[in-house]
């Protein structure tokens, strides 16, 4: 089936540096790739999302791109805070479908050490 | 603006009971998606509602069921509880039906199965 490749599964940081999250999806008809932080005893809220007409979008700190013939896509965060310690998911989906088609990572527990 | 309310935080069942969750969405949302997560599954979809009609349903046996009322509240239940039922279980509320839609979760309902 189709499956969402998440490296590194934990990764730590000094505050400040910079930490990339990459993923990999098998499906080549996905086209909405969602990111979502999910803080200890938090539901995920979605951080920033792309969609395949994009190769690159930032927000702030926040940034995502995307390698659609390599079916790759990262995330960047730099200067990193320690309240950007949390598990991040990434997720591939078809769009228009329906959440079923929705394909998690297995999530990346970053820490930020002060 | 309230955001995705779920009830109960924490449940702890005993093997072969059954259990209901609720999920109150945002206002104005009319989709709601229930996910099971877990340390060795991670993300799972279990079913997306949309104007209370089950639109989809993942691949979890049928002691899995849910439903949604007409004010867009949903339920999920559980029956003969088992061991490996132990999870976060997560609702997720949207504006519009898709997986391209920004979905919003709650903070979710620890089940306990002992």
């Known amino acids: 089936g189709e499956n969402v490749e998440q490296h590194p599964s934990t990764l730590s940081v000094q505050e400040g540096d910079s930490a990339v999250i990459k993923c990999t999806y098998s499906?080549?008809?996905?086209?909405?790739f969602p990111w979502y932080k999910q803080e200890l005893g938090k539901g995920p809220q979605l951080i920033i999302d792309?969609?395949?007409?994009?190769g690159e979008k930032k927000d702030q700190r926040i940034a995502v791109t995307l390698n659609k013939t390599a079916k790759h896509f990262s995330l960047h965060i730099t200067e990193t805070q320690p309240e950007d310690s949390a598990v991040y998911f990434c997720?591939?989906?078809?769009?228009?479908?329906?959440?079923?088609?929705?394909?998690f990572g297995p999530g990346t527990s970053l820490s930020v050490i002060p | 603006k309230a955001g995705v309310t779920q009830t109960p935080r924490y449940l702890i069942k005993t093997r072969g009971q059954q259990v209901t969750l609720s999920c109150s969405p945002i206002?104005?949302?009319?989709?709601v998606s229930w996910y099971q997560q877990t340390p060795g599954q991670g993300l799972q979809f279990l079913f997306e509602?949309?104007?209370?009609?089950?639109?989809n349903k993942g691949n979890f046996p049928g002691r899995f069921s849910g439903r949604q009322f007409s004010n867009s509240r949903s339920e999920m239940n559980v029956s003969t509880l088992e061991l490996g039922d132990s999870a976060l279980y997560l609702c997720?509320?949207?504006?519009?039906?898709?997986?391209?839609?920004?979905?919003?979760f709650g903070q979710g309902t620890r089940l306990t199965v002992v």
């Open positions: 509602y949309f104007s209370e009609t089950q639109r």
């Open positions: 997720a591939a989906s078809r769009g228009r479908a329906s959440y079923d088609k929705v394909i």
């Open positions: 997720a509320s949207s504006l519009l039906l898709g997986a391209d839609t920004e979905a919003f």
């Open positions: 792309i969609r395949s007409n994009v």
């Open positions: 499906d080549s008809a996905s086209n909405y």
């Open positions: 206002s104005g949302h009319r989709s």
